[in-house]
């Protein structure tokens, strides 16, 4: 997530001026065509690239808005998960973490730190990248710290270490789906302490709610991350963009110098303006259509997850809480 008020020119450009070197083709060759050799046939009429332009700023606006939808969904959906994890922490914690029995009170504990642990199995699991993944808007990310290098693998065995016993970790890695199969066992565990007596049906049912609320909210971001945009909104919105910066400046071109005869060379910085626009509401666009892909503009599921395990460490009245993640270079992963 972008935390600084305003876009720094390095996460800009990058992005623009290559779009932008290109477009100035077209608008060299209108210059040359109709001011250098004379061509006043290399004119189209200014009305229908006007409506072509309009055309395409719905279809962009249309993209851009189906696009936030996405991202803001994913948000909504790792607030649920923030919430439910308190919930769940709070519940085991008051039905078994204050039993007598110590046996009893440690399996509380394991349960909160398996949560804590699902979190972060989760969101590696959403960031591993798919083939539809937008890796040109991760070039900024992976030439930084945000990037570890390591595997998809160790990093998921090294973060199940720090909450998970040996043979649990073993478990779940060998699964396809780990994340699923830690909420598994949590099921386990509070049938088993159902067994032992010590929740009743109620307490029971309550628990099991709180991890069918976690496997919906689990199941949404997986939703998100396994189904692309359609590719059919996304592809036509950057042909249209491209079909109507080619066209402009031959329609610019006339008009400029009607208004102004000795100032023909203006044609290069209205188009490019007018070419910056439109590259730019496509682009915020692409950045918003898949959330989970270390982009800059993704949710911050790091900072999050960090989040969730201050507040359950600090229920359980942990000594050594971790401290909570802070943006570097303005953005929060």
């Not at 993209?63 to 939808?69: I, L, V």
């Not at 539809?132 to 065995?157: A, L, P």
């Not at 970790?169 to 067994?195: C, F, G, M, W």
């Not at 496997?215 to 997986?222: R, V």
Request: one cysteine or more; proline letters at 4%.
């Amino acid at each position: 997530m972008y935390t600084n008020r305003t876009l720094k020119l390095q996460h800009v450009l990058p992005r623009h001026y290559i779009q932008l070197l290109i477009h100035f083709t077209p608008m060299t060759v209108a210059y040359v065509l109709y001011v250098v050799l004379g061509y006043k046939e290399a004119i189209i009429p200014l009305l229908p690239i006007g409506v072509i332009g309009t055309a395409v700023a719905f279809y962009v606006g249309f993209k851009n808005n189906s696009s936030y939808d996405r991202l803001w969904e994913a948000r909504r959906l790792w607030g649920s998960i923030t919430n439910a994890s308190r919930v769940w922490a709070a519940m085991v914690l008051d039905l078994a973490g204050n039993n007598g029995n110590e046996e009893v009170r440690a399996m509380a504990r394991h349960m909160v730190m398996r949560h804590i642990g699902w979190c972060n199995a989760l969101r590696m699991q959403l960031r591993r990248n798919k083939v539809w993944s937008e890796k040109y808007y991760q070039s900024y990310i992976s030439s930084t710290q945000y990037k570890s290098g390591q595997d998809y693998g160790t990093m998921m065995q090294e973060t199940l270490d720090k909450f998970c016993g040996a043979g649990e970790r073993e478990y779940v890695i060998s699964k396809l789906n780990p994340a699923t199969h830690l909420l598994h066992l949590q099921s386990r565990d509070i049938k088993h302490l159902k067994q032992q007596g010590v929740i009743d049906n109620i307490e029971h049912a309550n628990l099991t709610n709180v991890i069918t609320d976690l496997y919906n909210q689990q199941g949404g971001c997986e939703r998100i991350k396994n189904y692309p945009f359609p590719r059919q909104y996304a592809v036509f919105s950057r042909v249209f963009v491209d079909i109507f910066i080619v066209l402009l400046p031959f329609g610019l071109i006339a008009e400029i110098t009607r208004h102004t005869p000795n100032a023909q060379w203006l044609l290069f910085p209205v188009c490019f303006i007018v070419n910056w626009v439109f590259n730019a509401m496509e682009a915020v666009g692409d950045l918003s259509e898949n959330p989970f892909e270390n982009a800059l503009t993704d949710i911050p599921m790091s900072s999050i997850c960090r989040n969730i395990e201050i507040d359950l460490r600090e229920m359980m009245d942990d000594k050594e809480v971790p401290e909570r993640l802070v943006p570097v270079d303005g953005v929060l992963m």
